[in-house]
């Protein structure tokens, strides 16, 4: 479901007006947070999604780390996780143990347990998890948390799935696909460490809807306007050479679409690049709004965790007639 449909969707359930219910609709953030007791709260979360690598394993993995990273974006640690399958008949049920064997993994990794789950014949193979995790209702990172003056700060490159439009077309260089496959298949827990020693409050993962769509979500929930620097973006090795090629996915396009005037361009940001940042991405990273003054000590824990790929790529500022902007 492409991000204008599921928009409309979600416009026309009712709200919830449950003082429990820390984290709902309304803000369309990445997972629902429910308050069980005064230092308790349960995350819950659900994705899955069509191969995106031949491996079954690999895409095992990366399915996996993606759900996952739904609670890390909210400050939570996983606790369960159900699998979520559908698969053809016509492909060995060896193909299936080796997506769940991936899946299993990564869940092993992070910590948490596989508690069950379920399967249902389909013409295309999609995998996922339903996933909930837990923290304090105090630590919760929601969306809706920026503030002007804020700085903003993504902890993995873009470009995934340009390199995997790529990797299907087989025109993707081998280094371009080692490097998109293990950053998809990595966790955020390693960020999300390092957000909570920080004290960070607002974040959000960039996932299916880009970085633009994702943090056209952080902005509306906050009622800012968010400004990007070009230049500070990290991208994927290949991704920019891919996307002047043209090998740029369907999904930009929908997420570019669906965007429309919320996003202001520099007329110097070459086409190509803008579709890098309306990319959807599989299993991003964080993007993290924080005060001024403590990105210097968040970017020294992300790195001492192991993200030392966290870059200051824009800031917050009061909210103007678009939502985004797009600097040089």
Not at 153 to 174: F, N, R
Not at 181 to 208: E, F, H, P, S, Y
């Amino acid at each position: 479901m492409g991000p204008a449909t599921l928009a409309q969707v979600l416009r026309q359930l009712p709200v919830s007006a449950d003082p429990a219910l820390l984290v709902g609709l309304h803000t369309a953030d990445d997972a629902a947070v429910y308050q069980l007791s005064e230092d308790l709260a349960l995350i819950q979360t659900v994705d899955f999604f069509t191969p995106v690598v031949d491996d079954p394993y690999v895409f095992g993995q990366i399915a996996a780390a993606n759900a996952l990273s739904d609670v890390y974006a909210m400050g939570g640690r996983p606790l369960l996780a159900l699998n979520i399958a559908c698969f053809p008949n016509c492909l060995p049920a060896e193909v299936l143990g080796e997506i769940l064997r991936g899946g299993a993994d990564k869940v092993r990794e992070a910590g948490a347990i596989i508690a069950g789950g379920h399967t249902v014949q389909d013409d295309e193979p999609k995998y996922g998890l339903a996933v909930a995790g837990l923290a304090h209702p105090r630590e919760i990172t929601a969306n809706a948390g920026a503030r002007p003056g804020d700085l903003l700060i993504l902890t993995k490159p873009l470009g995934t799935g340009i390199v995997c439009t790529a990797i299907k077309a087989e025109m993707a260089p081998p280094e371009a696909s080692r490097t998109a496959i293990a950053q998809m298949a990595a966790l955020n827990d390693k960020a999300a460490r390092a957000m909570k020693k920080a004290g960070v409050r607002t974040c959000t993962d960039v996932t299916g809807f880009g970085l633009l769509g994702h943090a056209a979500e952080m902005a509306a929930a906050s009622g800012v306007s968010l400004v990007f620097s070009l230049s500070a973006i990290p991208i994927l090795p290949g991704a920019a050479e891919l996307a002047a090629m043209g090998l740029i996915p369907a999904g930009a396009y929908h997420n570019r679409d669906f965007l429309g005037e919320k996003v202001s361009f520099d007329p110097a940001v070459p086409r190509e690049r803008q579709a890098i940042l309306f990319d959807p991405q599989t299993s991003g990273g964080l993007l993290i709004a924080i005060a001024g003054e403590k990105a210097d000590f968040l970017l020294a824990k992300l790195a001492e965790e192991g993200a030392g790929e966290a870059r200051v790529i824009g800031r917050v500022v009061e909210k103007e007639e678009s939502l985004l902007k797009v600097e040089t």
